[in-house]
């Protein structure tokens, strides 16, 4: 079984910031991308940031929106992923999900996992 948990969602005021944290656990025997995606109420849910695994050189990639002022940073050591977001607009309000594709021992195939979600509510 592999599980995602995030934490350090919130409230806060506008131009604030925010750091989500995501670890993977379970039986892991590798991760290729990682990252974050997020839904605001009555929306699809969108691509945040992801970063690549170490055999695609751990490039990054972010939605237009939150270029210059969201980072992604990755541990592979600890599969865990975060998202400092900076400059913090109303608009970034959603519940925000870890994603990660991941393969399981003894499995040949990897496949997509998310976490629980944590909500990020940007107001004054």
């Known amino acids: 079984q592999v599980q995602l948990v995030e934490s350090g969602g919130g409230l806060v005021q506008p131009g604030g910031s925010l750091r989500l944290s995501c670890a993977a656990s379970?039986?892991?025997?590798?991760?290729?991308?990682m990252g974050w995606y997020r839904q605001a109420p009555g929306k699809q849910r969108e691509l945040v940031a992801l970063?690549?695994?170490?055999?695609?050189?751990?490039?990054?990639s972010f939605a237009d929106s939150v270029k210059g002022r969201f980072t992604i940073s990755r541990d592979n050591a600890k599969n865990t992923v975060d998202l400092q977001m900076n400059s913090l607009k109303p608009e970034d309000t959603a519940v925000y999900y870890c994603?990660?594709?991941?393969?399981?021992?003894?499995?040949?195939?990897?496949?997509?996992?998310w976490g629980q979600g944590t909500q990020v509510t940007v107001s004054s």
């Open positions: 994603y990660a594709n991941i393969r399981q021992w003894r499995i040949f195939s990897s496949y997509d996992y």
């Open positions: 970063v690549a695994g170490i055999t695609s050189g751990g490039s990054t």
């Open positions: 379970g039986s892991i025997s590798s991760i290729n991308h």
